[in-house]
């Protein structure tokens, strides 16, 4: 890895936002951009390949003036002027990997290339009236009715960083392209998202990995209005199918670049099955109970942000979802009165916020 030479890098008006960029040359043409967050990982990395006629960008950051200013560093440093930018590539809906996409848009004239599954997703997520599918989905779980609101207010909020949004042009699965003077396959791998892409350089290879596989840190794999049911089950089978890729070097979404892929995806995968035989073991010493109430079990004291908050319910559901897809839990429908009376933390009787009123609670049990 090379740092790249920092001669001019001391002036420039986006410097004191953005913090100093370490930018680093991560293999030969493959500069990692590291892109602050309004999120727990607080950076993001984006990529910068650089091919014989222009530069693609892979993955944006949220759509902040911090982020504009990371970029304008980048692209200084780099020497990449707006019409230098040949493509832009994004892996995932994430809004630390999409947000910014329509701003370098706008600011470069380039295409914005994603995966035709998850470009839908984009499209029905990031508008304001996704927040209520969310609202249901926490109410369904079991979150109290007190976080309703700034949870609310949180996603409003993230939309409001994935905007403008760009024009997509679709790619499909194994589609190939060349990008960055590098022939690259498109990899659909889902499970942390339902259209996540890994792209893959089999000549030299190298893995664009960006949240599939990441080191010292689970990517989050989160059930709700976002995913079809069961991500964590095809997340497994993508980690199988990914950690089969001969790779010499992986460069992920986050955190640093890493080499052993295979043994990675074992430990990720390791990782998820004892998780889920402890979320069996709270369901079969407390059951009936919601989500909210095992995610409070797995993760209660990480669980200090709102964020970490959507974090922790999804991933738990994750596992409460594949153990009834495997008979190990069943899964009940329950008024307000019966969740109460299976509850422990939150034994209010009825629900206060009349929106929220007619949703029915699930509970999950031991299998039959
Ligand atoms: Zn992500
Ligand atoms: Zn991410």
Known sequence: MVAVADAQDAQGDGRERAGRLSLQEVWPGVYRVPIPIPAPLREVNAYALRGPHGWTLVDTGFHTPEAEARWNQAFHRLGIGPGDVEAVFVTHFHPDHFGAAGWLQQRTGAPVLMHDRELELARRIWRPAAVDGYNAFAARHGVPDELAAPLAQRRARIVSWVDPQPQVTPVREGEELRLGGRRWQVLWTPGHTDGLVVLWQPDEGLLLADDMVLPDISPNISAGPQATPNPLGRYLDSLGQVGRLPARRVLP????????????????????????????????????????????????????????????????????????????????????????????????????????????????????
């Open 253 to 368: 979404g986050h955190r640093a670049p890493f080499d052993d892929l295979a043994g990675r995806c074992r430990e990720l995968a390791e990782h998820h099955r004892r998780r889920l035989e402890e979320v069996e073991a709270i369901v079969a010493a407390g059951g009936p109970v919601t989500a909210w109430q095992v995610a409070g079990q797995l993760f209660g004291r990480v669980m200090d942000t709102l964020a970490n908050v959507e974090f922790a319910l999804g991933e738990t559901v994750a596992h409460l979802d594949y153990l009834v897809e495997q008979g190990r839990l069943a899964v009940v429908e329950a008024g307000d009165e019966a969740a109460a009376l299976g509850g422990k933390e939150d034994a209010e009787p009825g629900p206060r916020d009349g929106s929220r009123a007619s949703v029915p609670r699930l509970m999950y049990e031991k299998g039959r």
